[in-house]
C-alpha cells in the first residue's frame, strides 16, 4: 500500500512492522517515521524515485533503498519538480499551512541535498520571505517587501529591490518607485522605469501614463511607435449562437484615439480605416460601424461584409440577425438557403436542425442548405453538438435515440434520457440508468438509480442513495456505500464521504485512509492532507496521523 509504482505482491510486512520490497530485500519503512508517502519520480533519466518522509516532525525523503537522500529537518518541503524542491526551516503564522503555500517557502534544494539558495536562507532569519512556483525557469523572489529573481542554480540574477515583478515569454516587467519599466531577460532594465502602469494583453505590452497608452517594443522596453491611444477597446460583443469562446489575436488590437476606433499591429501601426465603434467578434474578425453603417472586418484590417455579422463555428460560419429571423452564412459570406424552413437551429459541427411545417417533424441541414437527414423527427435534442460531430440525440414518438450524420440510427429510439459524454452516453430507462457506448453496444444495463461520467474511464452509479464506482465492464470497484464520491483517482486512491466525514479507498473499494475526517483538501504522492478540529493532519497510506501545532488562520 506504499507505493502505487510497486505490485501488492512484492511488499510484505515484517514481524517489526517494517515495509519491505522483496525483490531488493531491503527495509525502506520504519516506525521511526511518523509519515511515508509513496515514490513518485523526481527524474526521468536516469530514473529516480523519492518518497516523502516525517521523522520527528520535519519532512525530507527517502529512496527505493530507504536510505535518507534528503535529510528530515525542514519545517515544510514541496514536491520536486526539474530536480528542485521548495523548502523551508522556518513557519510563519500567516495563510494557509500547506505544502505550496509560496509564502512558507524560503529556499531551493536539489536531489542531492544542497542546498542551492544562499545559506543564509536557512538561518535564522531567511533570505527570503516568499519564493513563488518556477515559471520559464526563473521564480519570484521576496525579501523584505522587495521582488527580484533567481534562477534554476539559485542564482539572484535579478536583485530583490522591486515594489513588483512578473515574468512574460520575452521579458520581464518590474515597478520601481512607483514607476514600471521593462528588463530583458539577463535583468537588466531596458529603458527606464517611466510608466504609472504596464500591462500585457495577449502579445501586446502596453505602457499607460495617466490616461493614454502606447505599444512597448518589449525587446527595447521603448515605444514601439509615435502613435498615443486613448485606451483598448476590451469590449466584445456577445455570440448569441451557441456558447463559442474566441481566444484573443496575437496580431492585432482595438485601440481608441480621439474618438476613433481602429485595429493596430504589434508595430503599432494602423492597419485598419477609422470606426465610430469597434468591437471584438472572434479571434480574426471585428464588428465596426461609422456613418455608413455596419460592417465585419477582418484581422488585416479588411471590410469582409458590409452588415452587422455574428461569428460562430471555428469562424467558419455567420450568422445575421433580421427583424423576423437569423439567416446563415458560410465562410464565404454566401448565404445558406433555408426559406424552405422554419425554426432553423444553431450550426454546430456544420449541422442545424430545421422544421419543416408540413410534415410538422424536425430534419438536419448542412451548410450548404441541403436536408441530408429527413425531417421525420419529434425534436432535434442536442443536434450535432457532441464532440466528435458525427452523432445527434433525437426524440422521436416520445423516446430518444442517437443517429448520424446520414440519418442512420446508431441507438434505436427506445430511452426517456440520453445524455452525451466523451465516450459515449448516460442512458435512461423506466428510472433505471446505464451507459451506451458510441458505436450504440450496451456497456453498462440501466440497473441503476443514476449514473455520472467521471474524468477518468470509469462510472459512478448509484444504488438506493449510495455511490459506488464500476469499471467499463460493469464490474464493481467501489461498493455503492458511500453518500458522495470524488470524480477519479489521484495516484490510484479515492476520496469517498459519509456521514460528514472522508476518507479513502482503493480502485479495489479497500478502506486505505479511514473515513472519518471532517475535511480532506489536498492529496498527493501517498500524503493527505485533513482538517479535524481546526487543525492540520498529515495521514500516509499505512493510516499513520500527525497532527501539527500549527492552526490555520
Not at 514600471?180 to 537588466?188: F, N, Q, S
Not at 440525440?393 to 435515440?401: D, L
Not at 426517456?416 to 435512461?428: C, F, I, K, Q, T
Not at 479511514?514 to 493532519?537: F, L, T
Request: net charge positive.
Amino acid at each position: 500500500m506504499l507505493s502505487f509504482s510497486y505490485a501488492q505482491k512484492d511488499l510484505v510486512t515484517d514481524q517489526f512492522g517494517n515495509i519491505l520490497d522483496t525483490r531488493f530485500s531491503k527495509t525502506f519503512y520504519s516506525k521511526n517515521y511518523q509519515i511515508v508517502g509513496s515514490f513518485y519520480t523526481v527524474q526521468d533519466s536516469p530514473l529516480i524515485k523519492y518518497a516523502k518522509i516525517l521523522k520527528a516532525g520535519k519532512w525530507g525523503y527517502i529512496n527505493l533503498k530507504g536510505e535518507e537522500v534528503i535529510k528530515p529537518r525542514f519545517e515544510i518541503i514541496d514536491d520536486f519538480k526539474d530536480g528542485l524542491a521548495r523548502a523551508s526551516k522556518e513557519v510563519f503564522s500567516r495563510g494557509d499551512y500547506d505544502f505550496v503555500n509560496a509564502s512558507l517557502i524560503t529556499g531551493l534544494v536539489n536531489l542531492n541535498d544542497s542546498i542551492i539558495t544562499s545559506p543564509k536562507c536557512f538561518n535564522e532569519v531567511p533570505l527570503y520571505d516568499e519564493l513563488e512556483a518556477f515559471y520559464l525557469n526563473v521564480a519570484i523572489v521576496r525579501c523584505k517587501g522587495k521582488y527580484g529573481l533567481i534562477n534554476k542554480k539559485g542564482i539572484e540574477f535579478v536583485p530583490a529591490i522591486y515594489d513588483a515583478i512578473y515574468v512574460t515569454k520575452s521579458c520581464y516587467v518590474a515597478a520601481l518607485n512607483g514607476k514600471w519599466g521593462l528588463l530583458d531577460t539577463t535583468g537588466i532594465p531596458l529603458a527606464g522605469f517611466l510608466y504609472d502602469q504596464i500591462r500585457p494583453y495577449s502579445e501586446f505590452m502596453l505602457g499607460y501614463n495617466k490616461k493614454t497608452f502606447v505599444i512597448l517594443n518589449q525587446l527595447t522596453g521603448k515605444p514601439a511607435s509615435s502613435l498615443v491611444f486613448d485606451d483598448v477597446n476590451l469590449n466584445d460583443f456577445n455570440n448569441t449562437l451557441g456558447f463559442y469562446s474566441f481566444p484573443l489575436s496575437k496580431i492585432v488590437l482595438a485601440v481608441k484615439q480621439n474618438d476613433n476606433y481602429f485595429l493596430v499591429n504589434r508595430k503599432g501601426v494602423r492597419i485598419s480605416a477609422m470606426y465610430k465603434s469597434l468591437y471584438r467578434r472572434s479571434t480574426r474578425y471585428f464588428a465596426v460601424k461609422d456613418s455608413s453603417g455596419e460592417g465585419l472586418i477582418n484581422d488585416k484590417g479588411e471590410l469582409v461584409i458590409k452588415m452587422n455579422v455574428g461569428v460562430f463555428e471555428n469562424e467558419r460560419m455567420f450568422y445575421v440577425n433580421t427583424a423576423n429571423d437569423i439567416k446563415y452564412l458560410n465562410e464565404k459570406f454566401k448565404e445558406i438557403p433555408t426559406s424552405d424552413y422554419s425554426d432553423v437551429g444553431n450550426f454546430n459541427n456544420g449541422m442545424a436542425s430545421v422544421y419543416l411545417p408540413g410534415k410538422k417533424k424536425f430534419g438536419f441541414i448542412d451548410s450548404t442548405g441541403r436536408l441530408c437527414v429527413p425531417a421525420i423527427y419529434d425534436h432535434p435534442e442536442s443536434g450535432f453538438a457532441m464532440e466528435d460531430g458525427r452523432s445527434a440525440i433525437v426524440r422521436m414518438n416520445s423516446k430518444k435515440g442517437v443517429i448520424n450524420r446520414k440519418g442512420e440510427v446508431i441507438i434505436p429510439f427506445l430511452y426517456d434520457e440520453l445524455y452525451g459524454s466523451r465516450n459515449g452516453y448516460l442512458a435512461y430507462l423506466n428510472r433505471k440508468a446505464g451507459f451506451i457506448d458510441l458505436k450504440g453496444s450496451i456497456i453498462v444495463p440501466l440497473l441503476y438509480d443514476n449514473i455520472e461520467t467521471r474524468y477518468d474511464s470509469f462510472l459512478n452509479v448509484q444504488v438506493n442513495g449510495k455511490w459506488g464506482v464500476i469499471n467499463n465492464l460493469n464490474k464493481l470497484m467501489v461498493p455503492t456505500i458511500y453518500d458522495k464520491i470524488a470524480n477519479a483517482f489521484i495516484d490510484g486512491l479515492l476520496a469517498v464521504k459519509n456521514n460528514g466525514r472522508w476518507g479513502f479507498v482503493n480502485a479495489k473499494g479497500q478502506v486505505i485512509i479511514p473515513v472519518k475526517y471532517e475535511e480532506i483538501y489536498s492529496y498527493r504522492h501517498g500524503i493527505v492532507q485533513a482538517n479535524e478540529q481546526d487543525r492540520i493532519m498529515y495521514i500516509d497510506l499505512f493510516g499513520n496521523e500527525y497532527l501539527t501545532k500549527f492552526k490555520q488562520e
